[in-house]
Structure formats: C-alpha cells, structure tokens
C-alpha cells in the first residue's frame, strides 16, 4: 500500500491531478484555518509524486457544504465528472470524510475510479482502487466516515431532545409570541399583533370555517403581521393579507394554546437532494408539554379546532360529514342524505329567469366514480321550505325540553355503556399483569411450566388488546351528545327562534348554523310524484313528511287548458288580436303571467295545433281576394270597391286588414253609381261585411 513507486506510472502523470478541499460549514471556513491550510498543504504530495505543480487542480467551490449528500455539490460532481471522462490521474483529498460522507457517493466513486485507472491519496497514504486490499481499506474508511457523522448527529440531538422535554429548547417562536429578557416565552408586547390573533381566533369560533376567516379579514381590509426571517431585516414586524394557509398554520399551531411543542414535523429527503416536510400526528410528537407559557386561546379550545377543521378537511372524503355552513341558500347544505345509497348529497344551483338561485340535492359521487347515471336529484326550494316550517311550528320551547331529556337519558345510556366497557378492560388489564407476575416468577430452567405460562400471557395480551380496540371503537362510533353548554343554547333560542329566523337581516350562513344545532340530518327519497323527507332531530326525534315533487319550469309556465279552450271558442268568430283583447278582458294570463298579445297567441295556438280564425274560414271555402277577382272577373280594385260600399260578405282575419270573402255569394245586380244615388234597392240584402 505503501509502495508508491510501483503505484504512479507512466499514464496516470499524463493526467492532472485533483486536489478536493471542503469544510461543512461557513463557521469552518472562517475559523478553522488550519484545517483549511492542511488541505491545500496536500498539493506538494502530488508534487513530490511526479505530478508538475501546474497540472494540480483545485477544486474548492463546496466550502462551508455538508458531505452528507452530493446533490448540491457543485465541485464534487465536477470531480465525478473528469474522473469519469479519464481526465484525473489522482484525487487527493485530506481524509475520505472530506470527498463524502455519505457511503453511495462514496462507493460510487471509487467505482469510478476503479474503471478509469485513477489513484487517491489522503494524508495517510496512496491508493490503487483497482487493488482489491487497497479498495477494502477505503471501503473501510467510507464506512468509518459515514458513521463518525452519524455519532455526532446523535450526540447533539440527544442533548437537544434532553433540553426539549424539559421544555427549555429555544425555538423559533410563531408570530405573537416572542421570549423576554429572562428567555420566558409571553405574548408580544405589540397590542396591533395580539388584536390580529385574538381577532383570528374570534372570527374562526364565530364561523367554523378557516376560509370565511380568510373573507372576513379581507371583508374588513384587515392586514396579518409577520417577520422577516433570513436577511438584512431578520427579525423584523411586517403586515401582509391574510391567507388561507396562514389561518391554518395559526389554527394548527399549540403554541398559541400555551403548549409547548417539539418533533411536529418529519422532514423527508428525495434522492434529487430536495426535502419534503410532512406533519406527524399528535401521538406522535416527540414533546409536547400544555400550559407550558401563556397563549391566546385555551388547549380546550384548540382541540375543539382541530376537531371543527378536522370535519371540514372530511366533507371531501366518501364518509363526509356536514362540513362548515356557507352563504349559499341551500339551508340543508351538508346534512342532506341519499335514502337509496345512503351517501351525503351535494349541493348545486340553477338560476330561475328572474336570477333567483335554486339548490338542488344530487347524489352523483357514485355515478362521477363510475360514469353511470346520478343515483338521484332532487330540487331542494320545496324541501329547505318544508322543514324551515317544521322547525318553526313544531319545535317549541316545550318540545325542545323534551328533547333535551331524551338527550339526557341517551347520555346515562352511552355513559353506563361506557362504563362497562372500561371495567372490561381494567379486568383485562389485570388478567394480563397477573398473567405475566406468574410468568416472571417462574423458573426458567423448568421449560414445561415456563411454555404454559408463556401461553397463558400471550392469551391474555391478546384479551388484553381486543378489550381496548373493542372500547375505542365503541367510543369512536358513539354519536355525538349534547353538553351543558349546548343545551343552554337550545333553550334559549327556543323564545327567540321564530323571530331570528324570519329576519331578513339574518345571513344564510347563520339560518344553517341554527338549523344544524337541531336537525341532525335530512334523508331524501324521490319517487314518482312525490319526496319522501325524512328529518332527523338532534335530540333523537324523527319526522317524516311527504312532498308532492317541484313541477318543472315547463310546467310552472304552461298557459292552463281552461284558457286556451276559451281561446279556441273565440277563434271561431274572431282573429288573434280580437281573441287576445277578449281574453285580457276576462282576466285570462300566459304561463308567464303576462297578458296576451296577437304575437303570444298566435306561438300559443302553433304550438297547440288549434287552427286560426284564418284557417277555420278557409276551411269552410271563404275565398281570398284574389280567388274572388278571378271568379267574377274584374280587377283586385273593383272587389276591395265593392267591399267597401258593402256589396260583398267579408270578414277580417287579423289586424293588416286581410279579408276573406263568402263564396256563396253572387255578383252585384246594381251598377255602383246607383248607390251614389242612395238607392234602397241598389245593395242586395244578403251582402254584409263582417268586421
């Protein structure tokens, strides 16, 4: 290994020499001189082994980089790069811990080296990759290097996680906390920055929604403080809008219930060197201390958030409940439920001509996930009305007693039920710890009675286990009782409920909230013509009504049968614009509630096949102008003559003045100067003109 000479030939000094010098941090780089000395000190080794000094290259572009990974190494991927294009004759380094600490990187390199015939020379001494000794001991040496980083890592997170559960780690504190001069963490002195939190909190527990806190701070043009991490101005107060993942960072953040925390979050690294940072659950933090420094909210009432945010995050699962109540009209927003499938409705909208937006229920995630058709939909300004006016006539203060005792007695039931569960599990706890004294006690030389208790405590760990997942799951499905402070709500809206609830200054958002503190959920079944309206109470009741099922916009705007056989009888002796002045006159309207027209009419009577005044006399052989011109031969202008002296039978067929003319009738006898003469005699008496 030692032996130089028979190490460095002919072809490696007809390549340059690499010199790779790296220190981890920028603290190193500044007060570690002489590390940094060593390392360049390494190219008059290159040159006492017969490299000249100019072909010694240096490569030192990763100062103040960790070696843990070569993804953002810029000079050691460089070095990788010669080595591989044949370019290197020998990589110098002052320890292989300085070339990588990372055992990929490392083993990767020596393989390269090893295809390229290239040598690497620490401060110990020079290496032949090819040689399969010297390629153990570097081996060995990667190895070495990647667990020396490891035992430091360990040893100061062990202090840091020592300091963090006695809550005494400094970290970096959200906004609105900050730690004074004793190092205590309180709440900022800023009364701007403590009234932006309090008011974020206030808004959340008034909504339930982290998004409509996001629309009231912009409603109100409020701004959000933050500081300036990194930079000239590290540390600094700036105001900013408030976003969504602001509110939620806030909301998700204990320290601002006056825990402290530590091992939130797991940080993740991609092979490509990018890190990727995911929140761990509760149970699984590494510290987490309540009360622990002042906060702005309670940790009661942080749970209470996270349990609110934790059911709308649901409302886009398959198992959704009935998320955070919106403006929109749909009153049974969230709490609609299929009666075929038994999934949760979604809510859409049509808009009416008049701009009037209409909910509808629809039941369509099954159908989206297989393209099959929507399993159903159901128009919902009949049903929100329905069970508003079951609310307000049935829910009086006295049946809202009445359900609070129901809830009551439900309560004891799921309390005692509970009970029981746990004093099965107490038993089985201590089967099991029985169970394992004995197994402990035993001598374990004498196997025969050793394997049976061992059995024994193993069944009773099994017990053991089933007992409590028996219990979590009991509590988990429990359905949610009413506390105290819920059943004060209920019996002091009951006076009031009728009062707020017609108020036309009450929010949609707020007629939801109310009807969700008593309507559990609502389950729809649409059949034929009618809705079957299932409404679940709060407090256990259930309500059953039967709807007849919203008529169409078709059928909502159909002019009535009664109407338009009235306007089939006036057809017979009148055209479209006498008919429709006769029915106005009657107090007769179109689908649309409008009065009828010539034009209304006339698509009315085309779109119902009922024949025009027209039509009817020319069915009858009522001839037009022109046909009565021609059969007593004489021009259009003697006819509309004689029509006009009342020589002719005629009749009017609309408002442009058409004419029909009778063609039972016969040429005029008398010529028409006599009827200048006021002659009796000159108008035949059958000739009449109908108008």
Not at 36 to 52: C, I, M, N, V
Not at 291 to 306: E, K, L, M, R, V
Request: charged fraction near 25%.
């Amino acid at each position: 290994m030692n032996d130089t000479s028979s190490k460095v030939t002919v072809a490696h000094l007809r390549r340059d020499a690499y010199l790779y010098v790296r220190q981890s941090t920028l603290y190193q780089v500044v007060n570690n001189t002489e590390s940094a000395r060593r390392q360049y000190d390494l190219r008059s080794k290159a040159t006492e082994l017969g490299w000249d000094h100019g072909n010694v290259i240096v490569i030192d572009v990763d100062q103040g980089h960790s070696g843990a990974s070569a993804a953002d190494r810029e000079g050691f991927q460089r070095l990788v790069a010669d080595v591989s294009l044949g370019k290197a004759g020998i990589v110098l380094g002052l320890e292989c811990s300085r070339l990588a600490r990372n055992n990929a990187d490392w083993h990767k390199l020596l393989q390269i080296c090893a295809l390229n015939n290239t040598l690497i020379c620490d401060e110990d001494g020079l290496y032949d990759p090819c040689d399969f000794n010297d390629r153990l001991l570097l081996g060995l040496k990667g190895t070495m290097s990647e667990a020396e980083l490891h035992f430091l890592h360990a040893r100061m997170q062990g202090g840091l996680l020592a300091k963090a559960r006695r809550g005494q780690l400094p970290v970096r504190l959200p906004i609105g906390l900050v730690y004074d001069p004793a190092g205590d963490v309180v709440l900022d002195p800023d009364t701007g920055v403590r009234d932006a939190l309090t008011h974020l909190f206030d808004e959340f527990t008034r909504t339930g929604s982290a998004r409509a806190v996001v629309k009231a701070f912009a409603a109100q043009q409020l701004t959000f403080p933050a500081r300036h991490l990194t930079g000239p101005r590290a540390g600094q107060l700036y105001w900013k809008p408030l976003g969504h993942d602001h509110v939620l960072d806030t909301l998700h953040n204990p320290r601002y219930a006056g825990a402290y925390c530590y091992g939130r979050k797991r940080h993740l690294s991609a092979p490509n060197g990018t890190v990727r940072t995911i929140v761990k659950p509760r149970e699984e933090w590494t510290v987490l201390l309540p009360d622990a420094h002042p906060g702005y909210i309670t940790f009661a009432q942080f749970d209470a958030n996270q349990a609110t945010l934790a059911a709308n995050a649901a409302t886009h699962g398959d198992d959704r409940k009935a998320g955070p109540a919106r403006e929109g009209p749909a009153l049974l927003q969230g709490l609609v439920v299929c009666g075929k499938c038994g999934k949760r409705m979604t809510v859409r909208y049509h808009k009416r001509c008049n701009g009037t937006l209409v909910p509808d229920y629809a039941c369509q995630r099954e159908g989206i996930a297989t393209g099959t058709p929507v399993c159903q939909n159901v128009c919902g300004a009949g049903v929100d009305t329905a069970v508003a006016e079951l609310i307000l006539d049935r829910l009086t203060p006295l049946a809202l007693e009445v359900a609070l005792t129901v809830t009551d007695e439900i309560t004891a039931q799921a309390e005692h039920a509970d009970r029981i569960r746990a004093a099965h599990v107490q038993r089985a706890q201590h089967t099991a710890d029985l169970a394992r004294r004995r197994y402990l006690a035993v001598d374990p030389t004498n196997r025969l009675v050793a394997d049976h208790l061992e059995a024994d405590y193993n069944t009773a760990l099994r017990e053991l286990a089933t007992a409590k997942d028996d219990y979590d799951t009991a509590k988990t499905n429990a359905e949610r009782l009413l506390d105290n402070a819920h059943r004060d709500r209920i019996r002091a809206l009951a006076a009031d409920f009728p009062a707020l609830w017609n108020d036309p200054a009450t929010p949609m958002r707020e007629r939801k909230r109310l009807i969700r503190l008593l309507v559990t959920d609502v389950t729809l079944v649409k059949t034929g013509q009618h809705i079957t309206v299932s409404v679940r109470l709060s407090g256990g009741q259930h309500h059953t009504m039967t709807l007849p099922r919203p008529r169409t916009a078709w059928e909502l705007h159909t002019t009535t049968d009664d109407t338009m056989k009235l306007a089939d009888q006036l057809l017979d002796e009148h055209p479209y614009h006498t008919t429709a002045a006769l029915l106005n006159e009657r107090g007769r309207r179109t689908g649309w509630d409008k009065p009828f027209t010539a034009t209304r009419l006339r698509a009315l009577c085309h779109a119902r096949n009922i024949p025009s005044h027209h039509q009817r006399l020319r069915d009858n052989g009522w001839l037009t102008t022109d046909e009565t011109a021609e059969k007593f031969g004489v021009t259009i202008t003697t006819i509309k003559h004689w029509n006009s002296k009342g020589l002719l039978t005629s009749r009017r067929t609309d408002g442009r003045g058409t004419l029909l003319f009778d063609p039972a009738q016969t040429r005029p006898t008398k010529p028409v100067g006599a009827l200048r003469n006021n002659d009796s005699d000159s108008t035949p008496p059958t000739a009449t003109t109908i108008k």
